[in-house]
């Protein structure tokens, strides 16, 4: 069936470094790549989304990257602040499918 | 605005009890989902309902069963509650449906989640 995996499952860094999360999805039909963050105690919330027809985006601190030959996609945060610590999950789905299927999540401590 | 409201926050059950999560959204979204989430297994979608009226199966939907009541509420259902069901569960909503499928229609709005414990 439909997979994403998601990796690392726990990232830990500096506060002003960068932080990359990669995914990988097996459904060669998806072509939309959303991401969320969850704080604690909180549902996720959407931050970035990118389609298959781009290979790119940015929004601030925050871009995604697409390659849908290999069927990565990966999320890199630059100039990380202690409250970009959170749980973030990629997911993967089809125009019209209605079923968005996530990673297990990455857990990020950005330490001060 | 409200957004996705899911009540209860928590609830611990004895196995075999059973009940019902509620979920309502007031952004006129066509679609509703409930999710459950357990450490190390991401997001893992129960059911979803594409329109009032329908309602479809996920990647687990065994044990569980789901009501469309109107636009705006889509309940959850554990007849027989199981340890296994032990669980944060997210009740979710987007715009994609009926009429609407442009952009930002698959973005979900999630609720703030229900702790449930099955002894």
């Known amino acids: 069936g439909e997979n994403v995996e998601q990796h690392p499952s726990t990232l830990s860094v500096q506060e002003g470094d960068s932080a990359v999360i990669k995914c990988t999805y097996s459904?060669?039909?998806?072509?939309?790549f959303p991401w969320y963050k969850q704080e604690l105690g909180k549902g996720p919330q959407l931050i970035i989304d990118?389609?298959?027809?781009?290979g790119e985006k940015k929004d601030q601190r925050i871009a995604v990257t697409l390659n849908k030959t290999a069927k990565h996609f990966s999320l890199h945060i630059t100039e990380t602040q202690p409250e970009d610590s959170a749980v973030y999950f990629c997911a993967a789905r089809r125009t019209g499918g209605f079923k968005t299927i996530f990673g297990a999540g990455t857990r990020l401590f950005v330490k001060a | 605005n409200a957004g996705v409201t899911q009540t209860p926050k928590f609830q611990v059950l004895k196995t075999g009890q059973s009940m019902t999560l509620q979920c309502a959204q007031d952004m006129n979204h066509n679609s509703m989902y409930w999710y459950r989430q357990d450490p190390g297994m991401g997001l893992r979608l129960i059911y979803y309902s594409a329109s009032e009226g329908t309602t479809d199966k996920g990647e687990v939907p065994n044990g569980y069963n789901v009501s469309r009541l109107n636009k705006r509420e889509f309940s959850l259902r554990l007849e027989s509650a199981a340890p296994s069901q032990t669980s944060v569960y997210f009740c979710a909503s987007s715009a994609e449906g009926r009429g609407f499928s442009g952009a930002g229609a698959n973005v979900l709005t999630f609720g703030a989640g229900s702790r449930l414990t099955v002894l």
């Open positions: 459904d060669s039909a998806s072509n939309y």
């Open positions: 990118i389609r298959s027809n781009v």
